[in-house]
């Protein structure tokens, strides 16, 4: 079973450029959550979607940043226009949200991360 | 909104010794506290987790232990090895509201030798 995966994983581009993340969760999970993870502010949460729709995005740094989940499998996270300090590592992570104690539900699965690098 | 503390931020260890990770969290509501490990260059991956109708929980070499009343969690590495070297982050969130993890701000273990 494949976990989460992103695209691309590593993306070097000039400032002022258009960057658009990729991001296809776990097949039958219905939340998920992209993240920022730099040295200087370890791992943030910049968004997250339940059932396709965004919940909380108090974390999205200025309006430079935007994302949409147009179906259950697919999320992009774009950043118009880039600039140096963005370049970190981007997660995107799913869950199925289902509640409760004692459930099985809600673990978060990674995906493997994008590289950005905006010179 | 939830608040999580860990310490230490860095712990080195020699192999075979045990190693003792803390958080605290702020929300008596949470209810669920995983925690991840991440390798130089990876992604953060889930280890252990618990959730707060127990107070313990072990899965081989690793143990974490939950005080509800404390508002309070700890990770437990017994015997560690080399492959034990990574960063550990805690978070915690409440379940069902499409659980918006909040994570510690990680642990640096370095196993020696």
């Known amino acids: 079973d494949a976990g989460v995966i992103q695209s691309p994983r590593h993306e070097v581009t000039e400032m002022g450029q258009e960057v658009t993340l990729r991001c296809k969760p776990i097949?039958?999970?219905?939340?998920l959550f992209w993240y920022r993870q730099t040295m200087m502010r370890g791992l943030e949460l910049l968004i997250y979607?339940?059932?396709?729709?965004?919940?909380?995005d108090s974390g999205m740094p200025e309006d430079r940043f935007s994302a949409k989940m147009p179906n259950a499998s697919f999320s992009t996270l774009k950043i118009q226009p880039s600039e140096p300090r963005d370049s970190a590592v981007y997660f995107c992570?799913?869950?199925?949200?289902?509640?409760?104690?004692?459930?099985?539900?809600?673990?978060?699965?990674f995906g493997p991360g994008t590289r950005l690098t905006v010179l | 909104g939830e608040n999580v503390e860990q310490h230490p931020s860095t712990l080195s260890v020699q192999e075979g010794d045990s190693a003792v990770i803390k958080c605290t969290y702020s929300?008596?509501?949470?209810?669920?506290f995983p925690w991840y490990k991440q390798e130089l260059g990876k992604r953060p991956q889930l280890i252990i987790d618990?959730?707060?109708?127990?107070g313990e929980k072990k899965d081989q070499r690793i143990a974490v232990t939950l005080n509800k009343t404390a508002k309070h969690f700890s990770l437990h590495i017994t015997e560690t090895q080399p492959e034990d070297s990574a960063v550990y982050f805690c978070?915690?969130?409440?379940?069902?509201?499409?659980?918006?993890?909040?994570f510690g701000t990680g642990t640096r273990l370095q196993v020696t030798l």
């Open positions: 929300d008596s509501a949470s209810n669920y």
């Open positions: 978070a915690a969130t409440q379940t069902g509201t499409a659980s918006k993890l909040t």
């Open positions: 979607f339940n059932n396709n729709v965004p919940i909380d």
């Open positions: 992570a799913s869950s199925f949200t289902l509640g409760g104690i004692g459930s099985g539900a809600d673990t978060q699965y």
């Open positions: 618990i959730r707060s109708n127990v």
């Open positions: 097949s039958g999970h219905n939340s």
